[in-house]
């Protein structure tokens, strides 16, 4: 089970990611997570989203370039050892994590050489796989629960 990453160059200058995320929030996309890195000129921005058909749409409509990868999100308990119980178990399958991010919470995403085993050598253990329906509720109940 995977989930939608959106990711997109952003130039190394003020104000260029604050000017993506103010246009996913004018699209209503709420962010879940997001890494940026570094690389000289311009860096990388990835980003999990609850909508990610409106993002892709909102980048489109602007012109932005962007790439759309699936990755693996999981829901940790937040207690020491997770992290590492995750690394080891993708590692005594032979899968490499190509990189890792947290999100919102304790989830975390990861995107490696082989979604499909890892996704496969996670299901067997008590780990909780995030879908992207997953995503879209988190958001969905945070609304609700701010109009309250």
Do not use: W
Request: hydrophobic share 45%.
């Amino acid at each position: 089970m995977s989930i939608r990453q959106i990711s997109t160059f952003l130039q190394s200058k003020p104000g260029h990611l604050a000017r993506i995320l103010e246009l996913l929030q004018d699209a209503g996309v709420s962010v879940r997570g997001y890494s940026v890195s570094d690389t000289g000129d311009y860096g990388i921005g990835r980003f999990v989203v609850d909508d990610v058909d409106a993002a892709i749409a909102a980048f489109e409509e602007e012109g932005i370039a962007h790439a759309e990868t699936d990755v693996l999100c999981l829901l940790l308990e937040d207690e020491p050892g997770e992290l590492g119980r995750v690394m080891a178990v993708l590692a005594d399958c032979g899968i490499n994590v190509s990189y890792s991010y947290s999100m919102i919470s304790t989830y975390i995403v990861i995107n490696t050489d082989d979604a499909g085993a890892a996704t496969a050598a996670l299901a067997s253990t008590d780990l909780v796989l995030v879908s992207q329906e997953d995503i879209m509720r988190a958001s969905q109940l945070r609304s609700t629960k701010g109009g309250e």
